[in-house]
């Protein structure tokens, strides 16, 4: 009988901001079972396995995978394929990608690569399209809509940066009392925070859930709150009033870390500097500002310092930001909150009192809030945070990003994406509305499309749109696994291996821990991993000798990081220690720990050094210095289209893929459902069962009608992640919020990108990753739509 070996893979369901590597058991040559990995001390019981997981060893033998590359026959869209060689497809995409260089220059050609969802993220599935892009000159659309934005603003407008803020390892939740799980669904879409909420319950945490509809999470938690979609500021800024009215902050935080205390001038909304740019405090023994020394320095000795307060020096109104904040939330009272959030005013009431007086205790959100005015309410939470002294305090904090990871790797990279440096980067970057208005005109400016991992034809709002942009361009490529919807417009589709069949290093969420990814088994299809694909296309167009190195080579260059948490490991690591090894630990310290803000000394990334949630100035000019409730886009402003269209994520399938297993489409209900209240459907006349049409002016999906209780009234909902073809017309992607454009990118968009680059950032993700995620808002569920029988086709 064969013996059973193992190797260490990236799961498939990578992307779910829960990287897990996992144990793939082998006999035979062929793949026995998927196991959680056991990590070395004291990581030991956090490796872990969810049922995407365990199903995830079937996919490589699923025939729905793409075999071959496939060639368009006729029609673009018509889905007639030809099955080709790999030497004919790159031969070809090769000679149309030199045409359309040499006759419309190379930034003609457009690139979209999206990390999201392809494992193991930022690995080779990234560094070789980044390193390909980078040297052909391509078009960089910045994907940032959609894209978990909010926390990166809210971040951003606190401490300066965001990487690796929004980085939490969810294990820190384990011994608190009181956590709010705000906007997400842990319990059904983030597996290992689900863990974690389990063992922090276990020791005695109570959980509230703040959500829309009564998913997973509210049915775990000890008690469930149902909020009206995008108007949980207004219950998070009444819980800031009530803290700030009744004097109950933090007051020696908010001294120590952050600019509460500073003076902000009344006429111009900056803070006041003195003639040497140091920022003002107020100091009551003198009764005058005194300066605080340069970068979170020191106040000065003996000063007193006043957090409330408003001053008149010289006619000159000055007013601390804690003071500026205190006002500014006065007029969100509990009230206004019941109103707008859907709940009594005692509740509302009783969730800033426990809030406040918990002795550990967290908020949790993730990326359930998609709506015009989120990236505010990812404010409110930090703020939350910080004036009750809970950023970096042991056992209490705030998660917005759910970016789970336990101490953060960072690797040697930029010599492989960027092979000439960063300032001799050919590829352009353009953001998402720019690029859509450019490329929608008569005199697009783009004649092909490559993209290598994301499925943007279904991810990304208003489907249509990019069947516009597409159909007058010379080429289109997809790269994936599987026939997505949008290898479906491609000329051109290449299957790609699946992580059980590539080589590549592991980063993201490995408990502090490298790994090496090995093959588990023989490829299943004729597909190529994106080094071979990459190095094969470069040749083709006189990049060849950019592209020379193996896989082991490229490993080597990525371990050579300064980076200390690696590059502190002993004896160094290197391919052939990992080749021999599989896994070994990073030179991360047993306690504490990682979380943000975790290091009470710690000078931040912006110009005070200081926790900056409670006044941002550079949002003066917009009235945004002092964060406040805005108003969704859509939702409740169209008599025609009354209801919220609500597509989020569903348990058993990673975005779009784990849609091709038999199983996890059974276990999702064989086919796509619309789910509705049933007080809302017998308004419409609608019944269990009906065939429904869910439309608004740009299109429609049609599906089995559901009722179903744990959908709120006002909301329609359906799943995200079922395939174009499987619904039995249309798709919800026709009718999500359009955007990029007005719905994602205004004013304080705009001011938050310019920021980010003036503090020194580069405009281009494939240097710099965050730059996809940076200004612009995420709206996919500020969608509005109708609902109605449907009547067939019309003739
Ligand atoms: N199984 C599975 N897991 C996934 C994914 C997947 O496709 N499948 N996708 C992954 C990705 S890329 C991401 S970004 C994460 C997202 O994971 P989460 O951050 O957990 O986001 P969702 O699951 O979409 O959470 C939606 C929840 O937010 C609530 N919600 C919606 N609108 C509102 C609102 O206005 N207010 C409040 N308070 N709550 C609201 C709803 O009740 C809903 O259950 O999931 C990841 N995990
Ligand atoms: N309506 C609606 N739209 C949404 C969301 C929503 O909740 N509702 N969520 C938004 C969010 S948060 C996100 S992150 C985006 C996600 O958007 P995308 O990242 O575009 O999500 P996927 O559709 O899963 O695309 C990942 C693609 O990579 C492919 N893939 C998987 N493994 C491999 C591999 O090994 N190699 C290659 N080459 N390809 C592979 C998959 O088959 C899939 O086609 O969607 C956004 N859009
Ligand atoms: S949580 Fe995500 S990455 Fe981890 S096993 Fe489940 S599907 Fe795979
Ligand atoms: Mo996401």
Known sequence: MAEESFVYTACPGWGDHDYCALKTIVKDGKIERMERIVYSAPEEPDGHICQKGCLAGRQPYDPKRLQKPLKRVGERGGGQWEEISWDQALDEIGE????????????????WNLGAGVPAQYSFENLMPFRFANTFGVTVPLGSIGLDNGPFYAEFYNAGSEFPRTVVDPRIMVGTDLIYVWGCNPIENQMRCAQNLVRAREAGARIVDLGLIFDGTAGFADEFVGMKP?????????????????????????????????????????????AE????????????????????????????????GAYQVDGRGLTTALQKLKDSSAEYTFELAAEKCGISAADAERLARDWVEAENAFILSGYGLRYRNSNETYRQFLLLGCLTGRLGKPKSGVFEALQLQSWPLVFNDAPISCPDGAANVKSVPVRMAQWFAAAE??????????????????????????LDVVRDMELVVDYDVWLTDTGEIADYVLPDLMSFEREDLITGACYNHLILQEPAIEPQVDGHEPVWVFSELAKRVGLGDYFTLSIPEYIDIRL??????????QPPVTYARLKEEKIIRAAAPPEPKYTPYLNPAEVLDNETGRMEIIYAEKLADLGMATTRVLEPNKIGKSKDYPYQLFTGRQRFFMQSSFTDDPITVKLSGETPATRLNPADAERAGLAQNDKVEVYNDR????TRLDLDESIPEGTVHVWFGWRRRQFEEGTYAEITAQCAGQDSQGPLEDKWFADWLAAGHHPNPYVESMSSLTGSTDCYWDSWCNIRKYAGKEA
């Open 96 to 111: 149309k990608l030199c045409h359309v260089r040499d006759t419309y220059g190379a930034s003609s050609v457009v690139l």
């Open 441 to 466: 005109a008569d005199d697009s400016p783009y004649k092909a499309l490559i993209v290598c991992s994301g499925n943007p034809v279904h991810q990304q709002p208003d489907r249509q749109r990019w």
């Open 230 to 274: 995008a108007s949980d500021g207004y219950l998070a800024m009444a819980m800031v009033s009530y803290i700030l009215q009744n004097d109950l902050q933090a007051n020696d935080y908010l001294l120590a870390r952050s600019i509460a205390a500073y003076l902000v001038d009344d006429e111009t909304g900056q803070l006041a500097r003195d």
């Open 560 to 569: 050579q990081t300064k980076y200390p948490l690696v590059a502190g490991i």
């Open 277 to 308: 740019n140091n920022f003002l405090v107020w100091d009551a023994t003198s009764g005058a500002p005194v300066p605080v020394a340069p970068k979170r320095g020191d106040y000065p000795e003996g000063a007193d310092v006043q957090l409330l």
């Open 699 to 702: 299109g429609h999906v049609v």
